[in-house]
């Protein structure tokens, strides 16, 4: 591979329903009235998958090595602070994003709606332009893959 080659990453993230009264974020976005995920952060699933990508297409390891769960330091950090920093990493390497792909995988809540809103804030915290950044949803149709919370898979590009 040539040295501007581009470089796929592939992350995959998938958060419990909380009991606890928390918020639902995902992408960056907050969808009120929704029962909000476990995670020693927000558990936004969407901008975890994402950062996976990232870092997975730099080859600099996972999220959990950047920010690991037994760091009190970052407990309740916002998904989309984690995308940013990500963001500052994979760039600090050299490299810069050029186009993401994510499918989140839920019962509920209807992604569609907000699609366009998911898609302005993901290219914000990537600093890539909307039309390089793609939101799409599928329902796990009982299987249980995502049936007792939310999970995302996603796929970034980096030269």
């Not at 029962?35 to 996972?62: N, P, T």
């Not at 950090?77 to 994003?97: C, D, K, N, Q």
């Not at 799409?136 to 030269?159: H, I, N, Q, S």
Request: glycine share 14%; proline share 4%.
């Amino acid at each position: 591979m040539g040295e501007n080659s581009p470089r796929v990453g592939i992350g995959v993230d998938l958060h419990r329903w909380a009991s606890d009264g928390r918020e639902l974020w995902l992408g960056g976005v907050l969808f009120e009235g929704e029962r909000g995920l476990v995670g020693h952060s927000d558990g936004d699933a969407i901008c975890h998958a994402l950062a996976d990508a990232l870092l997975g297409a730099a080859a600099l390891g996972d999220v959990g090595q950047h920010f690991p769960d037994d760091d009190q330091s970052i407990a309740g950090i916002s998904g989309m602070s984690l995308l940013g920093r990500t963001v500052h990493i994979v760039r600090s390497a050299g490299f810069s994003p050029r186009s993401c792909d994510a499918t989140v995988i839920c019962d509920h809540p209807v992604i569609a709606p907000r699609r366009e809103e998911l898609r302005s804030c993901l290219a914000r915290a990537l600093e890539l332009p909307i039309d390089a950044v793609s939101v799409k949803a599928t329902r796990p149709e009982g299987l249980g893959l995502a049936g007792d919370g939310v999970g995302c898979m996603a796929v970034a590009v980096l030269e």
